[in-house]
């Protein structure tokens, strides 16, 4: 009598979650994050509404153009600020810290692609950005009586300028944290290289009034389009006069933006960390 044979069976493993899959998965992770770090939400949203209460407070009812008041003017360098600030410095700072603390390297070892995690950021990035700008427009038109956009085309725009810019800022924070040292020299330098630009790019005086020089060097960078970008929503028509260029240009915005978005893809692409250099 024959002993009962036996056959083995194999079970068929399962595909491990694409990059994408994770990094959506991530976003919300980044998000619970970001709501247990109170002092990072009251910068995030404290300080747009801050800048524009100093700016009210300073111009008052002093106007630019007929019909549009200094406040109302800055109001979308206000709006660009915030995008960077959420983007580009909250982004660069906390993946230096991250790697620092060692959470990049754990995620390494756990199998994390480095597409993943980018797009959990991102994710964050622009779900945040989006409350920030919702406060800060909420308090512009409730206490200074700022007219908001009525019409399709302007918040259309407003969409795409946000959604470019969080984006492009997003993937800079990380290209920039990956050539920073520690999390100290990201927390000094990035800040720093914030407020520079945003005295280059227009954000502190009316594009008309800066140099053409200077004009010429924020052209270079995200948040000078992105202000522009911005005023074409928040402004009339006739407020482009004053531009340097004399129009709002949403092509060379829109070029400029995702130039950079694709910029700060390919650099992240090749040079991204997950531990400290030796």
Known sequence: MTAPS?????????????????????????LRLYVRDPAQIA?????????????????GDEQVLPGVGLLQYFLPGIAATGVMLTSFQAVGTAVAEERDRGDLARLQTLGTPALAYGIGKAGQVVVTTVAQLAVLLAVAA??????LPTDGPRWLTFAWVVALGSVAGTVLGLAVATFIGSARSAGAGIPAFAVVLQFLSGVFFADSDLPTWMDR?????????????????????SAAAIEQAGSWEHGTTAVV?????????VVCARTFRWRRAA
């Open 217 to 237: 060097v924020a052209a270079l960078f995200p948040l000078k389009w992105m202000v522009q970008g911005m005023r074409s929503v928040f402004l009339p028509d």
């Open 142 to 147: 409730l206490a200074y009586d700022i007219a």
């Open 257 to 265: 933006l995702v130039a950079w978005v694709i910029i700060g893809a």
């Open 43 to 59: 910068f995030s949203f404290a300080y747009p509404v801050v800048m524009l209460v100093i700016f009210g407070s300073v111009f």
């Open 6 to 30: 036996t056959i083995a069976v194999r079970t068929a493993r399962p595909a491990p979650p694409s990059a994408g899959a994770i990094g959506l998965a991530r976003i919300g992770l980044e």
